[in-house]
């Protein structure tokens, strides 16, 4: 069985900066997203059952490759837009052997990168979607959007009505994505400001 925490340790020193926000940012991502699973087979009573050994796997390693983006207020100083960190995590977890946890990092991103969106907008990525497509790549990356990784508001849960605003930014697509991740995966009374 993988560890995820053994593996992040392969890239991220114990103790430093961004080594704390990594793990803090992964296990808040994971909690929920195992919250969300649960969430999703409760309300359909004949699910295909959500790998819940994936999932808090996948949710830990999502962001495992931010030590190579340039973002220095996470402590991260690589040569890569921090929006690449999704495919470089992908590379990354496809050279451990890790190819269904290496599409979550590429796929996690808002609620998916259409390659319309990377052509319009000029990202610096291959022209290509790159959107959740299993049931648990949604769970994750809907998890993921109710945390910061800014050192700031890390500890704090951003409510699902702040979210879908802040994914209308990206365009009403995203923010209905959101919504409707939301009425599959949330409770109501997680969705409040911790």
Not at 2 to 20: A, C
Not at 125 to 146: G, H, N, Q, T, W
């Amino acid at each position: 069985m993988m560890n995820p925490s053994d593996l992040i340790k392969e890239y991220y020193r114990p103790g430093s900066r961004v080594y704390e926000i990594v793990l803090t940012h992964a296990r808040k991502v994971s909690r929920r997203a195992l919250e969300a699973a649960q969430q999703a087979a409760c309300l359909n009573p004949d699910p295909v059952f959500p790998d819940l050994v994936f999932i808090e796997e996948a949710a830990m390693l999502h962001d495992i490759a931010m030590f190579m983006t340039d973002m220095p207020k996470l402590g991260c100083y690589g040569m890569h837009p921090y929006i690449c960190h999704g495919i470089l995590g992908r590379r990354l977890l496809e050279e451990k052997g890790l190819k269904r946890h290496a599409l979550v990092c590429e796929r996690h991103i808002g609620t998916g990168i259409r390659a319309e969106d990377i052509r319009s907008q000029g990202l610096p990525l291959p022209v290509r979607d790159m959107v959740p497509l299993s049931l648990e790549e949604e769970i994750i990356a809907y998890a993921d959007k109710f945390f910061s990784k800014d050192p700031k508001y890390i500890f704090r849960e951003h409510r699902a009505e702040d979210i879908i605003r802040k994914m209308a930014q990206y365009g009403p697509d995203k923010a209905e994505t959101f919504r409707l991740w939301h009425k599959k995966f949330g409770k109501q009374q997680n969705t409040a400001e911790k």
